[in-house]
């Protein structure tokens, strides 16, 4: 099992950036993928990036370009640096890990909000 806890959310303007973080409760080095996903309201759930543990991440389209994740074993925390946001960013942002032979885990989700 794994804990995850997302920090980093927030209000910022249009061509502004954040960086989210998610905190994860054991080592994340042998987790094999973990990722951001976002919910907008009325809307499905959309993969944002995900890294696998070998290093490959991937985006979603409407991101590419902008966004980046990273990870950081030592601190067992993967973060996703947001750029150039825009209003449609906005949503609740989860971070989840897929635990081979365990299932996927989930955080709370921190708000993000793009608007002036």
């Known amino acids: 099992q794994v804990q995850l806890v997302e920090s980093g959310g927030g209000l910022v303007q249009p061509g502004g950036s954040l960086r989210l973080s998610c905190a994860a409760s054991?080592?994340?080095?042998?987790?094999?993928?973990m990722g951001w996903y976002r919910q907008a309201p009325g809307k499905q759930r959309e993969l944002v990036a995900q890294?696998?543990?070998?290093?490959?991440?991937s985006y979603g389209d409407s991101v590419k370009g902008r966004f980046t994740i990273s990870r950081d074993n030592a601190k067992n925390t993967v973060y996703l640096q947001m750029n150039s946001l825009k209003p449609e960013d906005t949503a609740v942002y989860l971070c989840?890990?897929?635990?081979?032979?365990?299932?996927?885990?989930w955080g709370q989700g921190t708000q993000v909000t793009v608007s002036s």
């Open positions: 989840f890990a897929n635990v081979l032979n365990s299932g996927n885990y």
């Open positions: 054991r080592s994340i080095s042998t987790i094999y993928a």
């Open positions: 890294m696998y543990s070998g290093g490959i991440s």
